[in-house]
């Protein structure tokens, strides 16, 4: 009897390929195209850069046709206001920066929807990630890296569980990008040479204040830019408008470039220094998955990754008794920022991951 497997399809070319990658595998496969939006206009604005938008119901329809596979669209708004929407609304007030990327896999793509699937009596679920999935000599499943660095997203999937990995497959994690555009063109996919999908699927202006702003029909509170040692160095905007590291849009003039150092919610302030005094060799992580090990009693090498275009770098972790990690790198990095997930791998294979948080005072 054919394993049944449902496919999460953007409308883009990768989650095409799986689809097709599966069929050819001899699974029976049913494509799924997730509705998350609460708001049509946004739903419409979205059509050229989100995965869930307008043109990804209307691609990943026309795919489904050519592979003749069911196709359905799945109604996941509830769930992915209260765990996507609404945490990064709150990331950002408590002075965070989150990626809602990683939360959206963890709690959208893979626990509803593989729910979903299970219910419809499907055996997996599967998406176009360029990621691989191992099962190690402890017998534990991991995510390890895709065959091509350049599109690896192992970084945005380190917060799965080992029940959600152990019904997911991955196709396209074993080919490059090229390849997989070839394979769509091969099969006669209309997709083959859609462009990949940009930034946060439901902030197509880029406007994150604003976005935040209308979620909350709250005006963000001006506050005070300070240096270091505290003194004032002009008005900010609004907390929500900043991040670590960034430089433009502070409006501050200077001999020597300024960047967003520290944000602090609690007294509405935004600390800015140089660009030397942004780096650093110690971080902290809190909410941490295990994933190729199941858990951590001492000092461990491993290579870490701050943010998704973060290269990565040698480091050694180390659990704290209330739970969170304590990393050490050998070089110091850039623009540690809270919110962001440090991920933490060794041979290619996730050991571990958790939320970046600010360094005990």
Not at 69 to 74: D, G, K, N, R, W
Not at 146 to 172: F, G, I, R, W
Request: aromatic letters at 10%.
């Amino acid at each position: 009897m054919k394993k049944k497997v449902v496919v999460g399809m953007s409308g883009g070319v990768d989650s095409s390929v799986a689809a097709y990658l599966l069929k050819e595998q001899g699974y029976d496969v049913i494509g799924v195209t997730m509705q998350i939006w609460q708001d049509k206009d946004v739903f419409l604005k979205s059509e050229e850069g989100g995965c869930c938008g307008l043109t990804a119901v209307d691609d990943a329809r026309r795919v489904a046709e050519i592979l003749n596979i069911p196709y359905y669209v799945m109604n996941f708004r509830d769930i992915f206001q209260k765990e996507v929407i609404d945490y990064f609304v709150s990331e950002y007030e408590r002075g965070y920066t989150p990626n809602p990327c990683i939360v959206c896999n963890r709690y959208v793509k893979w626990e509803a929807m593989l729910h979903r699937a299970m219910e419809i009596g499907a055996d997996y679920i599967a998406t176009g990630h360029y990621a691989r999935i191992r099962r190690l000599f402890n017998g534990r499943l991991t995510i390890c890296n895709s065959v091509t660095a350049a599109k690896d997203q192992t970084y945005a999937l380190y917060n799965l569980t080992q029940e959600q990995l152990s019904h997911t497959l991955m196709p396209v994690g074993e080919y490059e990008k090229e390849q997989v555009r070839a394979i769509a063109k091969a099969a006669g996919l209309v997709v083959a040479q859609k462009p990949d999908s940009q930034d946060i699927c439901f902030v197509p202006d880029h406007d994150y204040a604003g976005f935040i702003e209308r979620e909350t029909g709250k005006t963000s509170e001006p506050g005070n830019f300070v240096d270091e040692t505290g003194k004032i160095l002009g008005t900010h905007k609004g907390i929500i408008h900043y991040t670590v590291g960034q430089r433009k849009g502070l409006g501050l003039t200077a001999e020597t470039p300024l960047f967003v150092k520290e944000l602090r919610p609690e007294t509405n302030e935004v600390v800015i220094c140089r660009s030397e005094n942004l780096f650093s060799h110690i971080c902290y992580a809190e909410h941490i998955n295990y994933m190729a090990i199941e858990g951590l009693t001492g000092e461990k090498e491993a290579f870490g990754k701050l943010r998704y275009s973060h290269k990565g770098a040698p480091c050694r972790i180390r659990p704290l008794p209330d739970g969170r990690l304590e990393c050490q790198f050998l070089e110091a990095q850039r623009a540690i920022t809270p919110g962001q997930a440090a991920v933490f791998y060794e041979d290619g294979n996730i050991l571990c991951g958790g939320t970046l948080v600010p360094p005990p005072r």
